[in-house]
């Protein structure tokens, strides 16, 4: 971890013990896209702030540009603390790293550009702003696990839901979350195409 990080860390008031690590919007455990050995974890630094809106505004682009298949998952590492006021003890989560950002993405000039040029990102954390990926022993800490999931179809690939709600339906890929373990696919809803999130479990290729 950075001393840069490291800091900041300390800078941020918490006022009790601290648990295990969650992230804002996903469970704490997740799986890195295996669909890239290129996929590493980096730090994103951003305005004071800009955190949620910076995680926001990346996924969006993510989906406009179809990089789905390069920039697998953004997230804010939060933790569970106790606060006390006034004698009133109560749960509550904080920023683990207030003015940063954890991107799994495969770096290459498109990708850089794009979640550096994304409003409110200052650069990526490493020396002379050069992105320098996490290790595995910088992950753990965040409750990040670098397992691995196999699926044998990707973004543009049409699938067949073979359980749940949706059984019986197929489209085609529109994104991959490796984090939630879920593809989203347009079905006809009341006349219109929707997207909908499928687990992995409950769908199958459709070989052409």
């Not at 941020?12 to 890195?32: C, H, K, N, R, W």
């Not at 004071?48 to 804010?76: P, T």
């Not at 990102?121 to 992950?139: H, N, Q, R, W, Y």
């Amino acid at each position: 971890m950075s001393e840069e990080m490291e800091k900041s860390f300390e800078s941020d008031e918490v006022l009790s013990d601290s648990t295990a690590p969650v992230e804002d919007g996903a469970a704490a455990e997740t799986q890195s896209a295996d669909t890239n050995e290129n996929a590493h974890w980096y730090v994103v630094h951003t305005y004071s702030g800009y955190e949620k809106k910076v995680k926001d505004n990346l996924e969006s682009a993510i989906v406009n540009r179809h990089l789905e298949n390069q920039i697998f998952e953004v997230r804010i590492p939060l933790q569970d603390v106790v606060e006390v006021k006034n004698g009133v003890r109560k749960n509550v989560q904080r920023k683990m790293f207030p003015g940063y950002v954890l991107v799994n993405m495969d770096m290459n000039d498109e990708t850089w550009y794009v979640v550096r040029n994304t409003r409110g990102v200052t650069g990526f954390v490493g020396p002379g702003s050069k992105p320098v990926p996490l290790t595995d022993a910088e992950i753990k800490p965040l409750g990040i696990k670098t397992d691995t999931v196999s699926v044998d179809f990707g973004v543009g690939d049409e699938i067949a839901v073979v359980a749940g709600v949706w059984k019986d339906t197929a489209g085609v890929v529109q994104r991959m979350d490796f984090g939630k373990q879920t593809a989203t696919i347009n079905v006809d809803l009341f006349g219109r195409e929707t997207p909908v999130e499928i687990s992995f479990a409950e769908v199958r290729k459709i070989d052409n």
